[in-house]
C-alpha cells in the first residue's frame, strides 16, 4: 500500500499538523515505508510461536516508600505559566450558568 500526499495531508488535518508540501512528500513516502515493512511482517510465519505480552522478562522494580521533606507552595508554583499567591491560575473549565 502507498500513500499518496492527498492521504498523508488528510491524516494532518485529523492531527491539527500544518504540514508542508515537502513534509507531506517526505512523510508519504515514510509512511509507505513502514506499510510495506508491515507487509514482510505478516508473511512470516508465527504459528509455532506462543502468543505473549512481552519478549522481555519483566519484574516491577519498587523502592521504599519514605517520606521526604516537602517542597514549599513557593517552590511547586515557581515554574507553573501562570500563578498567583502561591496557587496555580487555570482558565475556567466551566461556564457560570
Do not use: W
Request: charged share 25%.
Amino acid at each position: 500500500m502507498q500513500f499518496s500526499r492527498e492521504d498523508v495531508a488528510a491524516i494532518a488535518e485529523l492531527a491539527k499538523l500544518a504540514l508542508t508540501d515537502e513534509e507531506l512528500a517526505l512523510y508519504a513516502e515514510q509512511l509507505s515505508a513502514c506499510l510495506m515493512y508491515f507487509e514482510t511482517l505478516q508473511q512470516v510465519d508465527t504459528s509455532h510461536i506462543e502468543p505473549t505480552a512481552s519478549v522481555l522478562p519483566l519484574k516491577n522494580v519498587m523502592r521504599k516508600d519514605e517520606a521526604g521533606q516537602p517542597l514549599s507552595p513557593a517552590q511547586v508554583t515557581a515554574n507553573a505559566s501562570d500563578a498567583i499567591d502561591n496557587q496555580f491560575r487555570v482558565r475556567a473549565v466551566l461556564d457560570s450558568e
